[in-house]
């Protein structure tokens, strides 16, 4: 069992930056694919952001290319997403996902965090 617990979310201004971290208790994330997924009001979940954590792969969504950077911490055994250059359409609650098959966030075996809001002002 993999509990997940984000923090970093809040508001800021069109432009600005928020670091989001992802916390596992119970055990390390070895063998795991880590990454964020968002929903907004009224919009489909959506995949953002994710890192093998025993290889260090990444994968981004188009539209987070460029402007987010996924990361993983060795000796905190955490995944940061570090969210540079804002918009309000990235206005959403942001959702760290944990498994162990590339259909991370998609299947019935992904762990969920609870989730944390993120604001954008324009």
């Known amino acids: 069992q993999v509990q997940l617990v984000e923090s970093g979310g809040g508001l800021v201004q069109a432009g600005g930056s928020l670091r989001l971290s992802c916390a596992a208790s119970?055990?390390?994330?070895?063998?795991?694919?880590v990454g964020w997924f968002r929903q907004a009001p009224r919009k489909e979940r959506e995949f953002v952001a994710r890192?093998?954590?025993?290889?260090?792969?990444?994968i981004y969504a188009d539209s987070v290319k460029g402007r987010f950077t996924i990361s993983r911490d060795y000796s905190k055994n955490t995944v940061a997403l570090q969210m540079n250059s804002l918009k309000p359409e990235d206005t959403a609650v942001y959702y760290c996902?944990?498994?162990?098959?590339?259909?991370?966030?998609?299947?019935?075996?992904?762990?969920w965090g609870q989730g944390t809001q993120v604001t954008v002002s324009s």
């Open positions: 890192i093998s954590w025993n290889f260090g792969i990444t």
């Open positions: 119970g055990r390390t994330f070895s063998g795991y694919i």
């Open positions: 996902v944990a498994g162990t098959s590339g259909t991370v966030g998609r299947d019935e075996d992904t762990y």
